[in-house]
């Protein structure tokens, strides 16, 4: 199931199907009721999954965020010192939802722009242009005009063009470090530990990869895991085995 | 030889390049003002005259020849529109992202939009719309994108400010995406239907519904 | 909408291709006689009319749009105006490349570029700077291009050396590439150390590294 490849294209991200929840549940943007948006949006994930679909991991990464939340909110609030000018529950750095607020109302400024644009599109493809005239005829010996160009010109361009060259490498090598994401690498790790039914894995299997830049992926993949609470790590000794268990983290030491 | 007549004629050369006015002043020795003075005295010319077909579009800071928007239709029967193949949603974010916040780089576009842009940034990189405007100074040295001036052709800007603002939209606009996610609920309850019943289990290849 | 503006829409939009009285009567859905007789009206009122720079020239047996006899030495000034044929980026590398490899096929001048080169070329060629300096000994036979007399005069230069040395910022591939490699991991370690300071301990928000 999981070599289905398939994106939930009906949406074009976690960010656009929350809208959506918000929007079909009427629900107040700047007041979300946690709880029911995960359920639905949960609902909504296993739906898809329903249907094999291969679940992004944008979107696992926000169910994720969404149980973050949710389960901060559901916390016994400390002291809260409620400034009297502010009327909401907490103080506006406390309420836990407020990163993904924000987040929401960005990205929908730029869904709106994009329907605006949508329009735009629709309007100009009205109109016909016509390619430019062929004037390679009239254009033989066009000489220079005095002072166009100078002797630097020609070492400037010749000094970008290496300049480029340089920059324009990384690319390849970027290309290359982006074969794997850490939600992919998550993804991977999972797997492998689900496929152990419950037994303990060696942190070590995860390293044999092929790149230093795979490495970090990794790590940065394990600790995400972690802080997921969907594996935890046992070490009994200082610099002993690092063993990887499946589930809800317990005390790391 | 006449003025009017040589700017149309300058108009029809140079196409979709599109004609500046500096363009204009120094072909025909003439200050700007005066070429704009022609220009727009064109301009009405075409609008008024009924037995026209064309119009002056300006697109940045250079105006082109264009068919006017009643004749659509009727193009559309003979000729293929270089716009036809619409942009994506996804597409369409990007750009409008790219538009409002450039320079900009991919990670930054990621963060707005909750997902991977790679494949939309490619497409419109392709399509010439976006184009690279440096690297980010320090670790990493990101591609900076910037809009193209064929972007502004594409969606008929003559300059950038005609985007519409996005600030006033900071507070709610029901209507607005209403609508249009009920649009896109309805267009996925279909597809879903469709795929229960076409589709037994595996092949799930009917989801590109926006392409 | 009008018949006359319609074969005028219709004519610029096939552009060179022509339009053939069958195509007009088709779309237009009339007899090709009528066809006929609206072309021939259209290409009167162009005609006559001072301040129309366009006239339908036959081709064959299809119509097409041109620019009046009259102003083709507005075109041609238009053509080679400074404006019209600034050199760009391109065709800058290219001729750099020119003067400081020469001579050199346009393979190579690829090769150092890293991208195609024909119409940036084609450019430097036309403006009399570069010329073909004989070919390649063995198969294909390749054009070797260098700078002309022309570009010495330009460039007030009695001598190539004369120009600006490129032997310090020119690096042996190697060098470059691995100098590269050493960059991207300088690059990842500041990226790492700088996380490591900043975040404490749970928050391992690190998915930045890649910018």
Redesign the interface.
């Known amino acids: 199931m999981a070599e289905?490849h398939?994106?939930?294209?009906?949406?074009?991200?976690?960010?656009?199907l929350l809208?959506?929840l918000i929007?079909?549940l009427e629900l107040d943007?700047y007041d979300i009721p946690v709880a029911e948006v995960t359920e639905q949006y949960m609902a909504y994930i296993h739906a898809m999954k329903e249907?094999?679909?291969d679940i992004?991991s944008?979107y696992l990464v926000?169910a994720a965020t969404l149980l973050a939340i949710k389960s901060k909110m559901l916390l016994p609030k400390q002291e809260l010192a409620i400034d009297e000018e502010d009327e909401g529950y907490f103080e506006t750095g406390d309420d836990p939802r407020e990163a993904l607020v924000e987040?929401l109302?960005?990205?929908?400024?730029?869904?709106?722009?994009?329907?605006?644009?949508?329009e735009?599109?629709?309007?100009?493809?009205?109109?016909?242009?016509?390619?430019?005239?062929d004037?390679h005829e009239?254009?033989?010996?066009?000489?220079?005009?005095p002072l166009?160009?100078?002797?630097?010109?020609?070492?400037l361009?010749?000094?970008?063009?290496?300049h480029r060259?340089?920059?324009?490498?990384?690319?390849q090598?970027?290309i290359a470090?982006?074969e794997v994401?850490?939600e992919e690498k998550m993804a991977d790790i999972l797997a492998i530990i689900r496929k152990k039914n419950g037994e303990k894995i060696d942190f070590q299997t995860f390293f044999e990869v092929a790149t230093?830049?795979e490495m970090?992926?990794t790590f940065?993949a394990v600790?995400?895991l972690?802080?997921a609470k969907s594996i935890w790590i046992e070490q009994k000794e200082v610099f002993g085995e690092l063993w990887v268990y499946e589930g809800a983290m317990h005390v790391v030491e | 030889m006449n003025e009017l007549a040589t700017i149309e004629t300058l108009l029809?050369?140079?196409?979709?390049?599109g004609l500046s006015l500096k363009q204009i002043s120094s072909v025909l020795e003439i200050t700007t003002q005066h070429a704009y003075q022609l220009l727009m005295t064109l301009q009405k010319e075409y609008e008024l005259a009924q037995d026209r077909g064309l119009?002056i579009?300006e697109v940045g800071d250079t105006y082109?020849?264009?068919?006017?928007?009643e004749y659509?239709e009727i193009?559309k029967k003979f000729?293929v529109?270089?716009?036809?193949t619409?942009?994506s949603?996804?597409s369409?974010?990007t750009?409008?992202?790219i538009?409002?916040k450039q320079p900009i780089t991919r990670m930054e576009i990621d963060e707005?939009?909750?997902?991977?842009t790679?494949g939309a940034l490619q497409k419109i990189l392709m399509r010439g719309l976006i184009e690279e405007k440096g690297?980010v100074d320090g670790p990493g040295?990101a591609?900076l994108y910037g809009t193209t001036k064929y972007f502004m052709?594409?969606?008929?800007?003559k300059d950038m400010a005609e985007?519409?603002s996005?600030a006033e939209?900071?507070l709610?606009?029901?209507e607005?995406?209403?609508d249009?996610?009920y649009d896109?609920?309805q267009?996925?309850e279909e597809?879903?239907a469709v795929?229960?019943q076409e589709e037994p289990?595996?092949d799930?290849?009917l989801?590109?519904?926006?392409e």
């Open positions: 289905i398939l994106k939930m294209d009906a949406f074009e991200g976690p960010l656009d809208l959506h929007q079909k943007i249907l094999q679909l992004a944008d926000m987040q109302l960005e990205y929908r400024k730029y869904k709106y722009a994009a329907d605006e644009l949508k735009r599109e629709e309007t100009r493809s009205q109109y016909y242009t016509k390619a430019p005239a004037l009239w254009q033989q010996n066009v000489p220079l005009n166009q160009l100078t002797t630097s010109d020609i070492f361009a010749f000094s970008q063009m290496l060259k340089k920059l324009n490498q990384p690319l090598t970027k470090l982006q994401t850490i230093k830049s970090v992926t940065l600790l995400e972690m802080k | 029809f050369v140079a196409g979709d390049d119009m579009m082109q020849l264009a068919t006017k928007k659509a193009i000729a529109s270089p716009l036809t619409s942009l949603q996804a369409l974010e750009l409008a992202i538009a409002y707005i939009r909750g997902v991977q790679t690297r040295r591609i052709d594409y969606f008929g800007l985007l519409p996005i939209i900071e709610p606009e029901e607005m995406t209403s249009l996610f896109r609920f267009q996925l597809v879903e795929d229960e289990s595996d799930i290849n989801f590109n519904i926006e």
